[in-house]
């Protein structure tokens, strides 16, 4: 069931981060990217699955497909935040104007804590590397080609009418298998399970520390007198019907209008 969700818009003026150098800009305006970017994925890896209890096997094949496509982004995305992170115009930046604004000084312990879960996900590198951001060599293919045989799997899919239907549900479960060895070379199950807790607790660990540091550098614009051109501006938005997001559902299917 949708509920009204209401909004507003707030702008920190020009004439407020017209003293930031370029790279000060940059690491502001990158902050927001990379929060945004992850957020974004995160929810549409649990918007994919299937919540309903008269979904299909097609359905859940293409859920899994879709979530697992998802998790391969994330985690690639959210390897390279950590790298991004730990620049030194971020550094900088961060140190300048957001770590001397945040209460009880907790921003570089927030950063710390991020970047030690980070680096214990040894498999966050391969994940970036061989399934995210670049389609797979045949060695990153090795462990998922070694399931499929000794299951007698062939080549497997799901279509309809057209093409915006076809599902190829074998090679899904390749990518898939591959992914989850890369986590847990021994048990893909285990590796999947571990595979999503990781992307739960990195993503809460960065979502809180950007938002710490981010919401310390707009309380701190705020300073300023409502009078002043560097004055914060907030506006009201038209409330808006949002779903319920433990019930929505993005499918892979879909009918066409062909009129």
């Not at 804590?113 to 061989?130: D, E, H, I, Q, T």
């Not at 670049?134 to 090795?142: A, F, K, L, S, T």
């Amino acid at each position: 069931m949708a509920k009204s969700v209401a909004l507003k818009r707030v702008i920190i003026p020009y004439a407020a981060i017209a003293e930031l150098s370029k790279a000060d800009c940059y690491s502001l305006h990158l902050l927001g990217h990379i929060f945004n970017e992850t957020m974004a994925l995160t929810k549409m890896m649990y918007a994919v699955q299937t919540k309903r209890d008269d979904s299909t096997e097609a359905e859940t094949a293409a859920a899994v497909c879709q979530a697992t496509l998802f998790c391969r982004i994330l985690a690639g995305k959210i390897y390279e935040a950590q790298r991004r992170l730990n620049s030194k115009e971020i550094h900088a930046f961060l140190s300048t104007y957001c770590f001397p604004h945040v209460p009880d000084r907790i921003g570089p312990a927030l950063l710390s804590a991020f970047n030690s879960a980070a680096s214990k996900c040894k498999w966050l590198n391969g994940a970036r590397n061989g399934h995210a951001m670049h389609y797979p060599g045949v060695q990153h293919w090795e462990a998922g080609l070694k399931v499929l045989a000794e299951n007698n799997a062939g080549f497997e899919f799901v279509c309809g009418e057209l093409d915006g239907n076809m599902l190829y549900h074998s090679s899904d479960a390749m990518a898939g298998l591959a992914f989850f060895h890369e986590v847990d070379p021994g048990d893909w199950r285990t590796g999947a399970e571990t595979m999503m807790n990781d992307l739960l607790q990195l993503g809460a660990h960065l979502g809180e520390f950007i938002q710490t540091a981010l919401k310390s550098f707009i309380s701190n614009a705020k300073d300023h007198d409502a009078s002043s051109a560097k004055a914060v501006f907030e506006e009201a938005l038209p409330s808006l019907d949002a779903p319920d997001f433990d019930q929505f559902e993005v499918p892979y299917f879909y009918s066409f209008n062909e009129a």
